[in-house]
Nanobody, 118 residues
Framework: VQLQASGGGLVQPGGSLRLSCAAS????????MAWYRQAPGKERELVAA???????NYADSVKGRFTISRDNAKNTVTLQMNNIKPDDTAAYYC?????????????WGQGTQVTVSS
């Protein structure tokens, strides 16, 4: 398995959750990493992306609430989700190879479900 996502679950509105994605070293070291999400009946959308140089890109809907980071020593990318809202309910997918020009890269992890409910 090249990308392994974890950390999803049930959370109340206003709560926090931390998603992690472990990647193989060969993929992680040379690729920008991103998180996408897909809610039922909706298209998959970019949530946040982080390049190897440290540049970030966030969906407007999560700016100021979510933070993407990477741990180069552990080959992991993390999505810290704060002040979670019901609209954040979705399956979240880790992606490697993202670019601003072309969008999602060719590597996907399995989805991890985030459900926001009181």
């Amino acid at each position: 398995v090249q990308l392994q996502a974890s950390g999803g679950g049930l959370v109340q509105p206003g709560g926090s959750l931390r998603l992690s994605c472990a990647a193989s070293q060969s993929i992680f070291r040379v690729n920008a990493m991103a998180w996408y999400r897909q809610a039922p009946g909706k298209e998959r959308e970019l949530v946040a992306a982080l390049t190897t140089g440290g540049s970030t890109n966030y969906a407007d809907s999560v700016k100021g609430r979510f933070t993407i980071s990477r741990d180069n020593a552990k080959n992991t990318v993390t999505l810290q989700m704060n002040n979670i809202k019901p609209d954040d309910t979705a399956a979240y997918y880790c992606n490697a190879g993202w670019s601003l020009t072309y969008g999602a890269g060719g590597y996907w992890g399995q989805g991890t479900q985030v459900t926001v409910s009181s």
